[in-house]
C-alpha cells in the first residue's frame, strides 16, 4: 500500500483535473437543463394522472 503514505497521497493529488470556468459553467448549465426537464415531465405526469382519476370518478 505505497499510496497510503504522505508521498502517494500527494502524488495522488497531482494527478486531479480540476475544471476549469467553462467546464463548471457548461456542467451548470446542462444541471440545470435536466432540472427543468424533469420537474416539467414530473408535473405533467401529476396532471395526467389527476385527470384520468377525475374521469373514472376517484376525486372530485
Known sequence: MKWF?????????????WPNRSDMVTNSVQTVII??????FFLLCELVISLLLRAIGVIA
Do not use: P, T
Open 35 to 40: 432540472i427543468v426537464f424533469f420537474a416539467l
Open 5 to 17: 503514505s504522505l508521498g502517494g497521497i500527494v502524488k495522488e493529488i497531482k494527478k486531479i483535473r
